[in-house]
């Protein structure tokens, strides 16, 4: 046996894998080569080396479940402080859409309802009919309320310049 066949085998016969006659040929080759039984040496501390490493990996501590278990069941509690800090994270972008809406209804309320009301109190002050205040009111279009309050105007006037006459 060659050292190039040899160490492509020292690794099998230090896993116990290498059949009994091939096994025999190299332990000759190993008695004479000192290179190739340092080899077998050094492999053998890697194999213990690796087989210390793997094993905490490997094999669960002991109640390692259990305790995983009562941590996920701890987190999944959560505290008081814990959900005021989510619903508050939640409520912010809420209260602030919340807001914007608000201050943007208000903004384009409020030109269109101080005119109407100016309007409006026009109206009354001329003494127009009760039904026909109630009609310009429930028009839809804030347009056509204002023409519809422009003619009430225009018709009231002419009703008391009439009555004047
Ligand atoms: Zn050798």
């Avoid at 278990?69 to 859409?97: I, M």
């Amino acid at each position: 046996m060659n050292c190039h066949r040899a160490e492509k085998l020292i690794s099998r016969l230090v896993d116990g894998r290498l059949e009994a006659g091939t096994a025999a040929g190299l332990e000759e080759h190993l008695k004479v080569c000192p290179a190739c039984a340092q080899l077998r040496v050094d492999y053998r501390k890697m194999k213990s080396l690796m087989s210390d490493l793997r094993f905490p990996e490997t094999e669960p501590l002991p109640y390692f479940e259990q305790r995983l278990r009562a941590r996920l069941k701890a987190e999944s509690r959560p505290s008081l402080w814990a959900v005021v800090e989510r619903w508050y994270a939640a409520a912010v972008p809420v209260f602030l859409v919340v807001a914007m809406i608000l201050v943007g209804i208000l903004f384009l309320a409020q030109p269109a309802e101080v005119q109407l009301s100016q309007s409006e109190m026009l109206l009354f002050q001329e003494q127009s009919s009760l039904t026909e205040a109630r009609a310009i009111f429930d028009a839809q279009k804030p347009e056509d309320r204002q023409l519809q309050l422009l003619f009430a105007g225009l018709d009231s006037q002419e009703a008391v310049r009439r009555g004047k006459q």
